[in-house]
């Protein structure tokens, strides 16, 4: 396995199932198993989810009323919830769960100390990182990649609703085409969302690949950890 340690990273909305908001119990016990056969197969995991199915930071503020830096912290807070959410979920499944937050909570979790977070990646426990990086104007997805970069991850998965990154958006556009393997750089432009501008310029700095894949095939993130490239695209 040449991916041994691994972060994932998932949006908010994917545990909010068909409803479109809160939590899908049965969406979160299909990603504990798919976060079990990671383990199982002896690939050390971190975990960061963002928070859109309960509240976006941006969307809060955007009619002034609540300024964006309380919006963010509100948007983080949310994360905290789906932390603990998907933290009971991997217990569920049997796998020892350690969050950490950047906002110190310490009746819900442990503050985010890097040292501690890889001791227990090295134990083999999962680490979910919450509360983003806790500062405002800062997405989850730089929050994903400023920890994969900390904890020495070798790849980050971010597990989407589709198999890769389109030149365009494949369900508004049925001639989209899938682009297997793409630079920073392309990744960078306006027109191709992958991440955030900020979290593609970490991982180029550091060199750490971006996959990006379907969640909802079952065993897809495990193929292609041993190689299978077919369902995803890949940033590097």
Do not use: W
Not at 119 to 124: I, Q, T
Not at 206 to 219: A, E, T
């Amino acid at each position: 396995m040449a991916n041994k340690r691994v972060l994932v990273k998932f949006s908010g909305e994917a545990l909010a199932g068909e409803a479109g908001h809160g939590i899908d119990t049965q969406i979160l016990k299909y990603i504990a198993r798919e976060i079990k056969s990671l383990v199982d197969a002896g690939i050390e995991v971190g975990i960061v989810i963002g928070g859109g199915n309960i509240i976006r930071g941006v969307t809060a503020a955007q009619d002034g009323i609540i300024k964006r830096t309380s919006g963010d912290y509100m948007g983080m807070l949310a994360t905290v919830i789906n932390g603990v959410a998907m933290q009971e979920a991997c217990e569920y499944m049997g796998l020892e769960v350690r969050m950490q937050t950047a906002i110190k909570m310490e009746q819900i979790a442990e503050p985010y100390i890097n040292r501690k977070a890889v001791r227990h990646l090295e134990k083999g426990r999962v680490v979910i990182f919450a509360a983003g990086t806790g500062n405002p104007f800062f997405t989850t997805d730089t929050a994903a990649t400023l920890r994969a970069v900390e904890i020495g991850a070798k790849v980050i998965i971010k597990a989407t609703k589709v198999d890769g990154v389109y030149d365009k958006d494949p369900v508004k556009y049925s001639d989209a085409v899938k682009l297997d393997a793409l630079t920073y750089d392309e990744a960078l432009q306006d027109h191709i969302k992958v991440m955030d501008d900020t979290s593609i310029a970490l991982a180029k700095d550091n060199k750490l690949p971006i996959i990006v894949c379907d969640m909802s095939v079952p065993g897809n993130i495990l193929d292609i950890l041993n190689g299978n490239m077919n369902n995803c695209s890949i940033v590097k």
